[in-house]
Nanobody, 129 residues
Framework: QVQLVESGGGLVQAGGSLRLSCAAS????????RGWFRQVPGKEREFVARIRWSDGSTAYADSVKGRFTMSRDNAKNTVYLQMNSLKPDDTGVYYCAADSFARYSSGISYYLPSRYDYWGQGTQVTVSS
């Protein structure tokens, strides 16, 4: 069983920073892509960022570009999301996700939730104005 465990959420004022972590554990696990999504009540889960495990290349939603940075630690099988200059619109539950090679090969775009096989339980981020 593969588990993704997020941590690092919390309450912060606008303009502040938070760093989220997502550690993978369980059976021998490798993924092509790891992603971060966020969701607020009544809205669909939306893409935030992704990292390609093989080369560390990243991609971001336009709404977070220049403010958020995703990185990885291969030895710890962990990804991070450094969030700076936070805005109230960044409020939501943040989810970590990982795909399998099979799902990667399906051709589904990395910014769609259906691309990912595994999900964490989510961590709440609240940005006050």
């Amino acid at each position: 069983q593969v588990q993704l465990v997020e941590s690092g959420g919390g309450l912060v004022q606008a303009g502040g920073s938070l760093r989220l972590s997502c550690a993978a554990s369980g059976r021998t696990f490798s993924s092509v892509t790891r992603g971060w999504f966020r969701q607020v009540p009544g809205k669909e889960r939306e893409f935030v960022a992704r990292i390609r495990w093989s080369d560390g290349s990243t991609a971001y939603a336009d709404s977070v570009k220049g403010r958020f940075t995703m990185s990885r630690d291969n030895a710890k099988n962990t990804v991070y999301l450094q969030m700076n200059s936070l805005k109230p619109d960044d409020t939501g539950v943040y989810y970590c996700a990982a795909d399998s090679f099979a799902r990667y090969s399906s051709g589904i775009s990395y910014y769609l939730p259906s691309r990912y096989d595994y999900w964490g339980q989510g961590t709440q981020v609240t940005v006050s104005s």
